[in-house]
């Protein structure tokens, strides 16, 4: 099997792009890859770095608020897309793959609708509650679409056919136990918080996570705390620590940039309070945790929010919109949950109620029978 993957721009289109690219490769061990994407993206590193080929392809979106400088941009965005359809021919003629899937991103557009055209079979997989504006214009192109929840049909065309498939999570995400994780990090059976706002941390979450470590250390609450305050707190979030006279000794935190093992931070966690990606998300599900989300809000299309709301709805989470967020809303919400484990571990069963625990057999099947047209008549 040949399979031509587009996808780029950020993580939340890369990362599924690699684990579909595992899921096919675990069934045909096999089985050649492709990935294109923009030559200056995250893909154009990533990609080659997990050892796969990499085709760039020049595309830029295009930037809908009036400014010189977005004037400027989307010219350029116009002489990518004269060009970028003549380039994708060139790709998947050389290539000439079995199965062309996007994954999201500017980039999917042009490679996907292109491979449609050509007579080969496409699927796209959307990973947010609220598609993108590729996905949407694609679905009415492609053979099938691959959605991560049911909600999001709500913003596609009527007849669009669609199968929820769930995203995949990274390899390793369920292995450990809570009792296994509390061991390696040297936490006992106390409750525990698990905090991050991303690679780059997020102001808003670092400014009310210091002063919820604030309140639970220096009253005596049994927590412990795992905090990420990621690049842009480097310097002020330490600071904050100093200012507030938190001994980062206590062994009941771990405050660090970055978190690199979160698949044993995760598992060890209650209650973890982030922003809400879809992989995020994803992965509370899989492992069956609380949350509080707090979705980003300059993200295309709010996305993060609708995400997000897919738990709140379930019981799963407690949403707070950022413009709404303080300390003392944040505290009371903590404390209700310190003191009613009960309703913290109802909100835990119903995140892994939504888990999809079959994802990767879903997104094969939806392959295989794109390829190979027979099997799902036999099916």
């Known amino acids: 099997m040949k399979v031509l993957i587009a996808g780029g721009g950020t993580g939340g289109h890369i ?27 995250m893909e154009a590193k990533l990609i080659p770095e997990a050892g796969y080929n990499f085709a760039s392809i020049k595309v830029k979106g295009f930037q809908r608020k009036i400014t010189l400088k977005n004037i400027k941009r989307n010219c350029e965005a116009v002489l990518c897309l004269l060009t970028s359809d003549k380039r994708a021919g060139e790709i998947i003629k050389d290539f000439k793959p079995d199965i062309a899937i996007g994954t999201g991103g500017y980039v999917s557009g042009p490679v996907i609708r292109k491979a449609a055209r050509m007579g080969i079979p496409t699927a796209i997989h959307e990973a947010n509650a609220y598609p993108g504006v590729t996905t949407k214009l694609l679905s009415k192109e492609v053979d099938k679409v691959m959605l991560t929840v049911e909600e999001a049909t709500k913003y596609l065309d009527k007849g669009i056919d669609y199968v929820v498939t769930g995203l995949p999570v990274r390899e390793g995400i369920t292995r450990k136990t809570r009792e296994q994780a509390r061991k390696q990090l040297g936490f006992d059976d106390s409750m525990c918080i698990l905090s991050f706002g991303g690679s780059l941390g997020a102001g808003c979450i670092n400014e009310t996570m210091a002063d919820v470590i604030e309140w639970h250390t220096k009253n005596g609450l049994e927590i412990n705390h795992i905090h990420g305050y990621g690049g842009m707190g480097k310097e002020s979030f330490p600071k904050a620590m100093e200012d507030k006279k938190i001994d980062l000794d206590n062994k009941r935190l771990r405050i660090s940039e970055y978190i690199s093992d979160m698949d044993v931070c995760l598992a060890a966690a209650d209650l973890v309070i982030c922003r809400a990606g879809a992989s995020t998300l994803a992965e509370l599900q899989a492992m069956g945790r609380a949350s509080i989300l707090i979705p980003s809000p300059i993200v295309a299309g709010n996305h993060q929010l609708h995400n997000a709301n897919v738990l709140g709805r379930a019981g799963a989470a407690i949403v707070i919109e950022q413009k709404d967020v303080t300390s003392e809303d944040m505290i009371k919400r903590i404390e209700e949950l310190y003191y009613n484990r009960d309703k913290l571990k109802a909100m835990a069963q119903k995140a892994g109620e939504l888990a999809i625990r079959d994802t990767e057999k879903r997104i094969y099947k939806v392959i295989r029978e794109l390829v190979n047209p027979k099997d799902k008549e036999n099916s």
Do not use: D, M, Y
């Not at 045909?28 to 990935?35: D, M, S």
């Open 15 to 41: 990362n599924p792009a690699l684990a579909i690219a595992s899921i096919i490769k675990e069934n045909e061990p096999n089985a050649e890859f492709l990935f294109v994407g923009t030559p200056n993206g």
